[in-house]
């Protein structure tokens, strides 16, 4: 059997009720390649601070703030990527071929659009931008700051465009092409680094720009590859000529409509997670030392969390598109399978935290802060895992503005709580409190959203999807249309344009 023909078995066995077993393995098998994708950034990630860091502090700070910035503007592009996900999964799900073309060519204008602006205004700007994230115009972490822009804002370019092929890619449902694509880059770049970095033989020492260099090296390969795997899939998407797809402009709007709240949802929580360093500064270098080394750990395990997020919304998007009504049943499966494994790592953290912090601090007051914070991390984890999976039916169906909106109120939470309980008796563990305390109020909410959804598990009408022919067409049927209107939308007919603007809240 072809990998596309196991891939089709996988969501057709998910597609059917009452299959726990079947989405479960749906599930992984997506989610797992994904977060393989997500571990390779990390580890390699780690192995370039090692080769920079025989350059000295100042350059690992300058890298170290780059790749801050880099974080940030991955919002940017995410509301591409994600977008032509969704759109791309209900498309195929639904079998409307057609629109196929049209949703790789709205994203594509938005990479034109947005590529621009983001390399060229950040390359002319890199002075200012660095002294921004540095906090003064002068130093050598400025100035090696200033110089690791030099290139990586150029770089970016091709960074957005991986971002926008991976999704399209996720969209037919292989979630491994994106696996292997990350393998690539980031095996070129740990043979690259040392080269370009220190210099061997007859290459130049270009410091930390070599670190830049080699990054947008291994990634432009990647994307070369990337492109001629994607043509061929696309090749093989029958019907893509026929003339029943929507406007370019309808569809970018769809992706707009699916991606900003993607993508404010993602700064936003990047947000919290700095003004939390704020706090936890006031308390000394231990506690900020342990608040380090824990965000760090903590990534690891929220994205797996974030793996099954993205195969639930592709799953979602694809069985939905086809007219089947699965979100409870991908939803309680996604859960289940996230809390899990959240609960698993969670445990071994609080039991063996003071053990984790010495691998990155021997300073008694951090490892003593650490141990603190793993023992109270456990229902954060759990909590925030049950958030960001439950979310990935919320991606598929149509309906991410409830991400950000969950995330704003858990925001309005936290925040407060943390700097309030912080001036009490707990001191910094009312910080770690109000981890726990905010992610319980939004898993809350998000389990509302959820049965609200769903109808407390009762089968939804018609798909949610970014374009949906067979919904429109049914709906057409139901006020009074005729039984060839309705066939018209099951082949993904002249109702599929006005159809994608279903992704509304």
Known sequence: MSP????SARVRAAAEPGTPAATRRALLGLGVPVYGELLSGVVAGIIDTLWVA????????AVAVASTLENVLLGVILMAGTGATMLMADALGAGRRGEVPVVVRAVAVLWLVITPVVTVGGFLLRDRVATLLVGGGEGEVHRLAVAFFAVSFPGMAVFFAQNVVDGLIKGTGDTRTPMRMALLANGIVLVLDPLLIHGVGPLPRLGVQGAAFATSAGRAVALAVSLVLLRRVLGRVPGQRAATGPRVATVLRSVLRVGLPVSGDFVLRMGMSAALVG????????????????SKVM???????????????????????????????????????????AFGAGLLLALGGRRVTRLFTAEPAAVDAGAVFFRCLLPCLVLLAGVVALGGVFMGAGRSRALLAVTAFGACVQLPLAYGLSLTALGVRGVWLSMSLGAGAQYAVTWVLFRRLTGAGAPCEGGAGGARGAGAAGESGRRGGTGAAEESGRRGGTGAGEAVDVHKW
């Open 54 to 61: 025989r350059l000295g502090e100042a350059a690992v700070g």
């Open 4 to 7: 596309e023909s196991k891939r």
């Open 299 to 341: 990534l690891l395990v929220t994205m797996a969390c974030y793996a099954f997020r993205q195969a639930a919304a592709i799953l979602t998007a694809r069985t939905r598109g086809a007219g089947r009504s699965t979100v409870w049943l991908i939803g309680r499966q996604a859960l289940l399978l996230a809390t899990t494994a």
């Open 279 to 294: 706090i936890v500064a006031r308390f000394g270098a231990g506690p900020l030392a342990a608040y380090g080394v824990g």
